[in-house]
C-alpha cells in the first residue's frame, strides 16, 4: 500500500476516497517529505486493464494515491461501499496544481503527447503562470533505447514533480519501472492533460463532466476513443462479480 494514505481495495488495483482537496494537500506533503510517490488516476478502463494486467495492477496496489478519475469509478465504489467522496480527475488535481506550484517554488516536468504537445503546454502555463519553473518537457513516442537518456534527462532536471502523459497502463509502468532513477518527489500519469494544456485538445462542457458523462464527448470527438468507450460493460461486468463475491448484492 502508498505511504500515508487510507485506500480500500477495489478490483484488482485499489482507491483512495480523498477528494480533490485533500490530495492537491497530500501532493504537497509529499514534497515536503521527500523520497518518490506516484500517483495514479483511475478511470473505468484503467481498472478493466488491471484485471488482465497484473503488473499495472501490483503498480496500483503500490500507488501513494490512486484517484478515482471517472463517475463509472465513482459510482462502481459506491456500489462495493467504497466510501468515495468525488471524482478526482487528473486534469482537474494538475489544473489546481498549477499556482500552487508557482508559489511555491517548485520545479515541474512535462512528458508525453505528440511531439510538441509537451512544448505547447509549457508555453500555455507560463503564460497564465510566469514564474512558475518548468525545467523540462519532452514528448513521449521516444524508443526503449531512448529511454534511459529520457530518464537521465529528467533527474538532471531536478524536478519536483513528474507528470507523464502517455496513456494507460505505458504511462504508469514508465515511472514505476524508472520511480529510482528519476530523482523526483512526485510523479503522476496525466493520461490527455498535456493535449488539453496544449489546447490540442478540449475538455467536455462542465454540465457534461457533472452528469458523468464526459466519456461520450470524447467519443463524438474523437471516436478512435471507442475502444475505451467499449470497455465500461465490461467494467460494470468486474463490480457485479465482486458484489457477488463479498455477498452485498
Not at 500515508?4 to 482537496?21: Q, T, V
Not at 506516484?38 to 496496489?61: M, P
Not at 508559489?103 to 512558475?132: D, H, M, Q, T
Not at 532536471?157 to 504511462?171: H, T
Amino acid at each position: 500500500m502508498g505511504r500515508g494514505d487510507i485506500a480500500y481495495p477495489f478490483l484488482n488495483g485499489k482507491l483512495s476516497p480523498l477528494g480533490e482537496e485533500e490530495v492537491i494537500k497530500k501532493i504537497a506533503q509529499f514534497i515536503e517529505e521527500g523520497g518518490f510517490h506516484i500517483i495514479a488516476t483511475c478511470d473505468a478502463y484503467a481498472f478493466t486493464v488491471a484485471s488482465k494486467d497484473e503488473e499495472f495492477a501490483s503498480i496500483l496496489r503500490s500507488a501513494d494515491l490512486a484517484t478515482p478519475d471517472g463517475m463509472g469509478v465513482v459510482w462502481g465504489a459506491k456500489l462495493l461501499g467504497i466510501p468515495i467522496k468525488e471524482r478526482v480527475a487528473g486534469v482537474d488535481i494538475v489544473m489546481k496544481l498549477l499556482p500552487i506550484v508557482e508559489k511555491e517554488g517548485w520545479r515541474l516536468y512535462l512528458l508525453g503527447g505528440v511531439p510538441g504537445v509537451a512544448e505547447k503546454a509549457s508555453e500555455n502555463i507560463r503564460g497564465s503562470f510566469p514564474k512558475i519553473q518548468i525545467v523540462g518537457w519532452g514528448d513521449g513516442y521516444f524508443k526503449e533505447e531512448e529511454e534511459k537518456e529520457v530518464v537521465k534527462k529528467i533527474k538532471k532536471s531536478k524536478a519536483d514533480i513528474l507528470l507523464v502523459g502517455m496513456g494507460i497502463p505505458k504511462q504508469e509502468k514508465f515511472i514505476w519501472r524508472n520511480r529510482k532513477d528519476l530523482g523526483v518527489k512526485v510523479a503522476m500519469g496525466v493520461g490527455g492533460t498535456l493535449d488539453v494544456l496544449s489546447g490540442r485538445a478540449r475538455r467536455a462542457p462542465r454540465l457534461m463532466r457533472r452528469y458523468g458523462l464526459e466519456w461520450l464527448y470524447r467519443l463524438l470527438v474523437q471516436p478512435s476513443k471507442i475502444e475505451k468507450v467499449a470497455r465500461l460493460p465490461y467494467f460494470y461486468l468486474l463490480i457485479l462479480r465482486q458484489l457477488l463475491r463479498s455477498s452485498q448484492f
